[in-house]
């Protein structure tokens, strides 16, 4: 497989909004408590949105896009189905958008019924090898809580690149 440079194709989550700060596309920032992602790919108007807060007022929203906003004292999240065990190494994401690898399964995984645009998460006991139209981001990272065991973390996107559709994936590996 050969080595594609793929920009800024994916979210990367800056902490809090510094308005003293440049911020790039798909730059992630929080700010009173709301999630926002920096949806300018390049400058609009010609003016770099240093210090445009992300507030979702109309100017905002030429360059962030809230992905969540603070619940009040007592909100619960919708529930959400649990994660499908794979067991054969196979996975049809017609029926939902994150996996469970048990020990034991083959640790090469093929990904059905996917579409663009699709985001997906797989926890792992096991290094999988990859669908064949993968591409690995460069910030694959290692955590370690000190803890016995380790579970290998995988999200992707699957995204057009070129003529033909790619999955862009990034893996942390966490050892509890």
């Not at 979210?11 to 949806?39: F, K, M, W």
């Not at 992905?67 to 009040?72: E, F, I, K, T, V």
């Not at 996975?91 to 469970?100: A, I, L, R, S």
């Amino acid at each position: 497989m050969s080595d594609h440079n793929l920009g800024p194709y994916r979210p990367h989550p800056v902490g809090e909004y510094d308005p003293a700060r440049e911020y790039q596309y798909l730059d992630i920032v929080t700010y009173n408590g709301a999630s926002y992602i920096n949806c300018n790919l390049d400058t609009i108007d010609g003016i770099s949105c240093i210090g445009i807060l992300p507030t979702g007022e109309p100017r905002s929203e030429m360059y962030w896009q809230c992905l969540a906003m603070p619940g009040q004292k007592g909100d619960t999240a919708d529930v959400y189905a649990p994660y499908q065990k794979v067991n054969d190494g196979s996975w049809d994401y017609g029926t939902g958008d994150k996996v469970f690898v048990p020990e034991g399964a083959p640790n090469k995984i093929e990904i059905h019924n996917v579409y663009n645009g699709a985001c997906g998460v797989i926890i792992s006991r096991l290094n999988l090898v990859l669908p064949r139209n993968s591409m690995k981001s460069s910030d694959f990272d290692y955590l370690d809580l000190n803890e016995p065991g380790q579970y290998y973390f995988y999200t992707f996107i699957y995204t057009p690149i070129g003529d033909d559709y790619w999955f862009i994936w990034h893996r942390s590996v966490v050892s509890k």
